[in-house]
C-alpha cells in the first residue's frame, strides 16, 4: 500500500499535477502517494462564478485511494461551508461514479445535457 496524503494544495502541488502554473484564484486539496500528486479537487473563482473541481491521474484507480477521497470531501466541504455564494460544478457524463461522487459531496443536479450536467452546491447546515 503507498503512503499517501492529503492536504490543502500549495501553488507547487497544483503546478506539479498539471504542469502549468495555477491561476491565484484556486483553494484546492492535493492528494499525494508516495512522493506524486495523483489528484487535486477544490473550488476556482472564473468567469464571475464559483467552479468546483476535481482531477484524478489517468493511471489512478480511484478505488484505491478511497479513504483519501473520503478525507478530501471532508477537506473540501470546509472549504465550500465558508463561502457564501453559490458553487457549481459541471460533471462529464462518461466519467463512472462522479455523479455518487458529487452527491456525497453536497451537490445536487441542477440540469443536464446528453454530455454533461451541471450541479449545484447545498449547504448543509
Known amino acids: 500500500m503507498p503512503h499517501s496524503e492529503v492536504r490543502y494544495a500549495k501553488p507547487e502541488d ?5 504542469g ?13 502517494a508516495d512522493g506524486e500528486i495523483i489528484g487535486v479537487g477544490g473550488v ?7 467552479i468546483a473541481f ?3 491521474a489517468d493511471d489512478v484507480e480511484t478505488k ?16 465550500l ?6 458553487v ?12 455518487k461522487f458529487l452527491a456525497k459531496s453536497g451537490f445536487v443536479l441542477l440540469a443536464e445535457n446528453e454530455h454533461q450536467e451541471v450541479w ?3 449547504q448543509l447546515h
Not at 478530501?72 to 472549504?79: E, F, G, L, Q, Y
Not at 457549481?88 to 455523479?99: C, K, Q, Y
Open 14 to 18: 497544483l503546478r506539479r499535477f498539471y
Open 20 to 32: 502549468v502554473r495555477p491561476r491565484s484564484n484556486i483553494r484546492a486539496i492535493a492528494v499525494e
Open 44 to 50: 476556482e473563482y472564473r468567469g464571475g462564478r464559483h
Open 54 to 56: 476535481m482531477d484524478v
Open 64 to 79: 484505491d485511494y478511497l479513504r483519501e477521497l473520503a478525507v478530501a470531501r471532508k477537506m473540501a466541504r470546509h472549504v
Open 81 to 86: 461551508d465558508r463561502l457564501s455564494v453559490p
Open 88 to 99: 457549481l460544478a459541471v460533471r462529464e457524463t462518461g466519467i463512472p461514479g462522479s455523479d
Open 120 to 122: 449545484t452546491w447545498v
